[in-house]
């Protein structure tokens, strides 16, 4: 992006440059047939991009590219011979309840054609899950199934209004952290800690999950935020949770990783909830 800025900038002093030369007489602009030539010399760059769905939304350097189908065509202006960088950008929905964003940067010189493939997962993959709370009892359960004492540290990414920070600390955790992506959450978070007179104890903060990449003090992960998710944050849990450490889920899996525990558990409010639990042990710090 950066760059694409800078060859602007710099065609733009180009621009302005050539047209002083033509003001100038003859003597040092450019001939018409010159500028024929320095124009015949841009080139159109041909991109086909592949994304993960027919609905997909394709943005180009920030520009949304109207358009459908799993294949897409993106023509760029006629660019002066160089090198560029454009930044594609896939963003599509692959249930009711997940949007998925994707990015890749690409190198490429003026008249270039070039495939862009976003079909294929990437680490830097970027999701957002709609709020659903976990009910209240189903919340205590997943604490339950995880075993939370004395001295855990648990954390709860995308938490909501916090309710199940709040019922492991009341279980006998020392400290929550809670990370979610929507400001009213957040404010919704912090107004239920302060409730529960935890300020001391829950530490709350605004942000996307997936950014947080140092688990290191976690010994206790409670989540309930659904397949995409999950695949992207398990890299992060096997790299970062010490042996020891466990991992609690309402109703979503982690892909081939096994539970070591599922059970199945009805709430007062009505229905039946399935609850999974891992355990971080010296073989599961080996996958990648
Ligand atoms: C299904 S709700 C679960 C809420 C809470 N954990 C519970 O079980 O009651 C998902 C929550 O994650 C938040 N969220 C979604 N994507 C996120 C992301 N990438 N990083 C942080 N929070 C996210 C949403 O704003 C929402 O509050």
Redesign the pocket.
């Known amino acids: 992006m950066i760059l694409t800025h800078v060859l602007f900038v710099a065609g733009s002093l180009l621009l302005v440059g050539s047209s002083w030369g033509a003001a100038l007489n003859s003597d040092h602009g450019l001939s018409p047939v010159q500028a024929t030539a320095t124009a015949a010399a841009r080139a159109t760059s041909t991109f086909t991009v592949t994304v993960p769905d027919d609905a997909t939304e394709l943005v180009v350097d920030g520009k949304s590219i109207p358009g459908d189908g799993t294949s897409r065509t993106y023509e760029t202006q006629p660019l002066a011979p160089g090198d560029y960088r454009y930044t594609f950008t896939a963003r599509w929905q692959p249930n009711s309840?997940t949007t998925m964003t994707r990015t890749k940067t690409i190198s490429f010189r003026a008249g270039q054609r070039v495939a862009v493939d976003l079909t294929v997962e990437a680490p830097d993959d970027?999701?957002?899950?709609?709020?659903?709370?976990?009910p209240t009892d189903?919340?205590d359960e997943?604490v339950k199934l995880a075993g939370v004492g004395a001295g855990d540290v648990v954390y709860?990414?995308?938490?909501?209004?916090?309710?199940?920070t709040i019922a492991a600390i009341r279980r006998g955790a020392e400290r929550g952290l809670c990370?979610?992506?929507?400001p009213?959450?957040v404010a919704e978070s912090r107004a239920k800690v302060k409730e529960a007179g935890l300020e001391h104890k829950i530490d709350v903060r605004l942000?996307?999950?997936?950014?947080v990449q140092d688990l290191s003090a976690v010994t206790v992960v409670?989540?309930?935020?659904?397949d995409h998710?999950n695949m992207l944050i398990r890299p992060v849990l096997w790299k970062q949770l010490k042996v020891g450490a466990r991992v609690v889920s309402?109703r979503f899996l982690m892909g081939d990783w096994t539970p070591d525990k599922t059970e199945t558990v009805s709430s007062d409010e009505g229905g039946e909830y399935l609850l999974h639990r891992w355990n971080i042990t010296a073989d599961v710090k080996k996958r990648r």
């Open positions: 309840y970027r999701v957002r899950v709609q709020y659903v709370p976990t189903i919340a997943m709860e990414p995308g938490c909501g209004d916090a309710r199940i990370i979610d992506i929507d009213d959450r942000g996307d999950a997936l950014d409670l989540l309930y935020m659904g998710f309402h």
